[in-house]
Structures are given as C-alpha cells and as structure tokens.
C-alpha cells in the first residue's frame, strides 16, 4: 500500500487517519482531542470544547453529521445522539 500523503504534515484541517468510538461520559475527558466528531443516529450532542469554560448542547444533529470540534468532554447527561465517532 501506498500513502502519498505519509510525508506530508497532520492538521486540523486534514482528513482524519483514524476514528474512535466516543462513550458519552459526565466527568471523563475524551482520551485524545478529536479533529472533529461523526454523529451516527441523530439527537443533542452535550461537549465542552478543548479550550471552553462551559458544555454546549448542539441541538438536533443530524445522523452522519461530521461537527468540526475539537471536544475535551462528551457528556452523558443531556447527549440523546448515538454512534458517536471521534476522528483523529
């Protein structure tokens, strides 16, 4: 296999290399900060940023939306979506 991209530097912006089912939890911390999160069954994502203060309940996800976040905490308690993906 061939990766024409291997030598090339991982950023934010970058396509994900790999992804990770994420177990909603209320007070554990994500064990590496996601480029983004893929929500596979739709509902309210509850998260706090890398660098929030505060969780943020983003609303009515739709299922396979990719959310652009780089979360520290997904939170059981106010999270309805399921099949949550962290992508690295």
Known sequence: MTDPFSSLA???????RRALAVAPHDTNPLSDIPKALYVG???????????G?????WKNVP????LPFRAQYVRATGTTAAD????Y
């Open 41 to 51: 069954t739709a509902g309210n994502v509850a998260m706090r940023g890398v660098d």
């Open 84 to 87: 949550i993906l962290a992508l």
């Open 53 to 57: 203060a505060a969780d943020q309940l």
């Open 10 to 16: 991982d950023e934010v912006s970058a396509p994900a």
């Open 63 to 66: 299922a396979g939306a990719i």
